[in-house]
């Protein structure tokens, strides 16, 4: 049993195999990654759809720059900035990342894959950082995730006072590589139209 799903009841057997998998955050980071590369090499993109595709990963980057600029991880609560939007602006960028590429590649199976990669696992992602959220912060967490949808903002403009950080955001999950290399694999899609 990971520590991320440690204060869960115990599931054996193929069930507890696929909560243990779909927890796996190096697997799903892993995995993330290098559907981009595959996205690029198999992709048989038009002028339309890798010019909207593009759009949207910049779009996703830009989102994940905005909300990691925010983040003071297990030590603050960010309710602010694109926490004021959705509780986990990361995942919203990590999102429009997704759709862009799905829409960039021009294939077919692309929709089916990404499809696939979500739901096995961001509801478990998001699941477990409610959990450790509300142990970590309790009621003002509570408060917050009550008006504050998951991933899918209900409006467009956030709240709160301007305590975005670019070195903070530098510093948060490797943002300047991981967007480096995002846009490395949508240029490779954009050399093929």
């Known amino acids: 049993m990971s520590k991320r799903t440690a204060d869960l009841p115990p599931l054996s057997g193929l069930a507890g195999l696929l909560r243990e998998l779909r927890h796996q955050e190096a697997m799903r980071q892993g995995l993330g990654l290098a559907l981009m590369p595959l996205f690029a090499v198999l992709s048989r993109p ?56 799905t829409l960039a590649c021009g294939q077919w199976w692309a929709i089916l894959a990404a499809g696939a990669f979500w739901w096995f696992y961001y509801p478990t992602a998001i699941e ?14 509570e408060q917050w995730s009550q008006t504050v949808p998951a991933v899918i ?27 480096a290399f995002t846009l490395i694999c949508i240029g490779w899609i954009g050399t093929r139209v």
């Open 128 to 141: 477990y950082e409610d959990r450790k959220l509300h142990r970590i912060f309790g009621a003002p967490w």
């Open 153 to 179: 903002p209900r409006r467009c403009w956030a709240t709160g006072p301007a305590s975005w950080s670019l070195m903070t955001s530098v510093r948060q999950n490797a943002e300047p590589i991981v967007i």
């Open 46 to 101: 038009t002028p339309v759809l890798f010019m909207a595709g593009a759009f949207i990963v910049v779009l996703g980057c830009l989102v994940r720059i905005y909300a990691s600029g925010y983040i003071v991880k297990n030590r603050q609560l960010a309710t602010d900035g694109p926490y004021s939007l959705v509780r986990h602006p990361l995942y919203t960028g990590n999102l429009l990342v997704l759709i862009g590429f």
